[in-house]
């Protein structure tokens, strides 16, 4: 499991289990593909004063976040220039900020069936 404080992904990665910690700041490269495995688990809910940022090196131009597989739930994200892709639903979190240039992201809360913590991986 790769637990992240702020952070610069060059290029396109594969994880098993990617966690962006609270309060942190991540930069993906633009056009940039950062695969989570069907199996693996993304982890990225900030909170209140603690929001995570998930943003593109280049201004206008998205990087992408592909997870297929389970749902991801997430929580508090600022996101910029951030493409959601693959078959899992991404609700960035009804407390998510869709800042510029997103796509893919469903920015509600989960559904209950969805958020509920015996149907996601622990970390």
């Known amino acids: 499991m790769s637990f992240m404080s702020d952070g610069v992904f060059y290029g396109s990665n594969t994880f098993e289990n990617l966690t962006f910690s609270p309060g ?4 993906l490269s633009a056009g940039s593909t950062q695969t989570i495995t069907p199996l693996g688990n993304f982890i990225a809910e900030g909170y209140g004063g603690f929001p995570i940022e998930i943003k593109s090196a280049n201004q206008g131009q998205q990087a992408i976040l592909h ?3 389970d749902p991801i739930c997430l929580d508090f994200l600022y996101l910029t220039d951030i493409a959601a892709t693959g078959s899992a639903f991404t609700y960035a979190g009804a407390n998510s900020d869709d800042v510029f240039n ?5 920015f ?3 559904p209950d069936c969805f958020s509920d ?4 991986r622990q970390h």
């Open 108 to 110: 509600e809360a989960c």
């Open 102 to 106: 997103n796509s893919g992201w469903i």
């Open 67 to 69: 997870k297929d597989g």
């Open 117 to 120: 913590r015996r149907f996601r």
């Open 24 to 27: 942190n700041a991540y930069i």
